[in-house]
């Protein structure tokens, strides 16, 4: 059965603080997302890796970074958190290959004090 | 811009009514379509997907939907809605320029009165 992880559940840090999000899918999927989900937003694109070491920016990549050193894994990365990046952030993987069906994981409700 | 719109954010059914939830697209050319949902405290999980052949698909729970080329939509129906089909709902679409990513619509909230 398809699975991709991530880290926690539920997050709260304080504004400023580093904070890191991981990921981890078991599909040995090429392509691995970041997406930030907000109520009447839906999904948007934080930033999107097709393959180890290789990233690309999304819709809204200000304020983040991401890291893939090992194909199953995908970090966010949050330099300075603040409190407009309180949100929910998901993680998806995908193929290579079409028609790049994605599979999430069960997301992390961020909160930044 | 290249966008995928969502018509409605909330819709109030009551259990065995009709649902279509709309959704178009402004590309052109080749595209494969999903609709994704998310149950209350759950992830999102594929509800059914269209890249070519019958424009006409069934996908889970008694979902279905029909792609409609000339009219850049992808709507999504169940001829009678349950309880459990409180959800988000989200159409989302993969075209050429855009290469392994998805675009995703704003989503619907979907409530069922029982």
């Known amino acids: 059965d398809v699975k991709v992880t991530q880290s926690s559940r539920y997050l709260v840090k304080r504004t400023g603080e580093k904070v890191f999000l991981e990921c981890v899918q078991d599909?040995?999927?090429?392509?691995m997302f970041w997406y930030r989900q907000d109520p009447g937003l839906g999904l948007r694109l934080i930033y999107f890796s097709y393959d180890v070491k290789m990233k690309e920016k999304g819709d809204i990549p200000e304020g983040y970074s991401v890291s893939r050193e090992k194909k199953e894994r995908f970090s966010l990365i949050l330099e300075s958190a603040s409190t407009n990046q309180t949100s929910m952030y998901l993680c998806?993987?995908?193929?290579?290959?079409?028609?790049?069906?994605?599979?999430f994981g069960p997301g992390t409700r961020l909160t930044v004090t | 811009a290249q966008s995928v719109s969502q018509h409605n954010h909330h819709v109030i059914l009551s259990e065995a009514a009709s649902l279509e939830l709309g959704c178009n697209y402004s590309?052109?050319?080749?595209?494969?379509l999903f609709w994704y949902v998310q149950y209350p405290g759950q992830h999102l999980q594929l509800l059914l997907k269209?890249?070519?052949?019958?424009?006409l698909v069934k996908g889970i729970k008694g979902f279905e939907a029909e792609f409609i080329k000339s009219k850049f939509s992808f709507n999504l129906r169940k001829p009678s809605v349950q309880w459990s089909d409180t959800a988000e709902y989200f159409c989302?679409?993969?075209?050429?320029?855009?290469?392994?990513?998805?675009?995703f619509g704003a989503g619907t909230i979907l409530r069922v009165k029982s």
């Open positions: 269209y890249f070519s052949g019958d424009p």
């Open positions: 998806a993987s995908s193929t290579r290959q079409g028609p790049y069906e994605q599979y």
């Open positions: 989302a679409v993969n075209a050429k320029e855009y290469g392994n990513k998805l675009v």
């Open positions: 590309y052109g050319g080749t595209v494969n």
């Open positions: 599909m040995d999927h090429e392509n």
